[in-house]
Structure formats: structure tokens, C-alpha cells
């Protein structure tokens, strides 16, 4: 499969690999539940993964010429997109450091939480990243109200996912025995969902900027901040594939 350029096209395109996450988490909460299989599940991740990272954050813009006038919007645009990508690299190993912390310290045990929430949570970040995906295709063809609208959506979904979290997630962990000062399991569980949460915070922090200065009209189809409001977005929803799974669904319960 291709990109699109063309409105209705990319549209559909975004519906379609929205499709495909969805379907997989679906089967990846299958094989948690009857399988129980590591193996399928790290398959099933990296696969969300790589859709997300081409279709939704698109990397291949990597490979764009930024040849020409330095003060050309082509050009400010390709190395603002690789200091983004930069960032977010060095911020991948952060998440990959609790990743690791998780699997040493916890190994093949997880925290007793709620898979139904966990799946829950997950599917409403996804569908944000839907929505995200379709306001700044929105923004490329010139449809402020379309970005606008689903600029809000977003928002809403990305605020409700930081709910279910913190708000709920985390006081029936508490009541489960499961603190931050407890054991081993409540440092893990804390620390990896609690540094994903700040970062979905400073996502919808970020997305209110964008709304609020998309709504004034000031973004047209070269429309930059929106791409890495975008790419951010989809960045916190790419960490949160690897920790479902590793905080929801690999392993048995830790007594």
C-alpha cells in the first residue's frame, strides 16, 4: 500500500489502516487470553507499530529533498521534521529503558489490573489517532472546520484516556495493594504509566495550541505545526502498543 495524496483517498487510507489496529488488538487481546504466547504478541505489536510510524506519523517524509533556498518553507520543514524525529528518538529510549526495567524486575509476572479497562483505554487511544490522523489530512486540503471538529475529537479522546488512567486505573490499583512505594510491581506500574501519562498530558497541551490557532485561521495546507502536533500524538499512541501488552497482557498475574 501506497500513500495518498488526494483528500478522499487519504481519508480512506486512514480508515483502513485504523482498521487493521483495531482488528489487531483484537487478536492480540485473543492470543493474551487463550494463547498466551509472548512471541505473537511482540509479532502483533511491531506490526502495529510499522503502521503507525509509515501511515499515521509519516516517516518516509524523512526521505523528502530538502535541496534549495534555505529559507524556503520545503526546507525549514525537512529539518524541523528531522529535529522532531530526533527528539522523539531520544525519547524512544526512555520508554525502552522502562521496557526493560519492567521485564528485569517483574519478568513473566504482571500486575494484577483490569484487561477489560487495559483494552478499554487502548481502543480509545487508537481512535484518537484516527481522528488526529483525519484533522491534519483535514488541514492539507484546506478544511479548517474538518480540522477544527477533529482536532476536538481528538482532544476528547486523548483527556479520556488520561482519565481512565489516572483517574481510574490507578485508584483501583491502589486498592489492589498496588502503590508506587510497594514492591517491585507497583514501581514498575507507576513509573511506565506515569511517564506515558505526562507525555499524552503535554500531547493534549499541545493540541489545544494547535485548535486554538487553528481556529484563528492561521494554518493552511503547508501547515507544519500541525504535522508534528500530529506525529507527537501518534508517537504516544506508538509507546502505548509496547506497554498494553507488557503491563496488561504478558504473564501471569503477580501474587
Known sequence: MTHK?????????????????????????????????????????????????????????????????????????????????????????????????RFNLLGLTRPHLDQNLGLLVTAVLLISSFFMNRAETSIEHGDRKGFVTNIIITLILGIGFLLGVVAVEWPRAIEEGITASSNTVGAAFFMMTGMHAFHVLTGVIFLLIVLRNGAKGLYDKHSYPVEAAAVYWHFVDLVWIFFYPALYLIGVVAG
Not at 487470553?33 to 510499522?50: D, E, H, P, T, Y
Not at 530538502?66 to 520508554?95: A, C, P, Q
Open 5 to 101: 495524496h488526494d483528500k478522499s483517498s487519504a481519508f480512506s487510507q486512514g480508515v483502513l489502516i485504523f482498521v487493521y489496529l483495531a482488528v489487531l488488538t483484537a487478536v492480540e487481546f485473543f492470543v493474551a487470553v487463550k494463547l498466551n504466547s509472548i512471541q505473537i504478541m511482540l509479532l502483533i505489536a511491531l506490526v502495529k507499530a510499522g503502521l503507525v510510524m509509515y501511515y499515521y506519523m509519516h516517516i518516509y517524509k524523512l526521505n523528502t529533498s530538502d535541496e534549495g533556498d534555505e529559507h524556503s518553507y520545503s526546507f525549514k520543514s525537512g529539518t524541523n521534521r528531522i529535529g522532531l524525529w530526533m527528539f522523539l528518538l531520544s525519547d524512544s529510549f526512555v520508554f525502552g529503558g522502562l521496557l526493560v526495567m
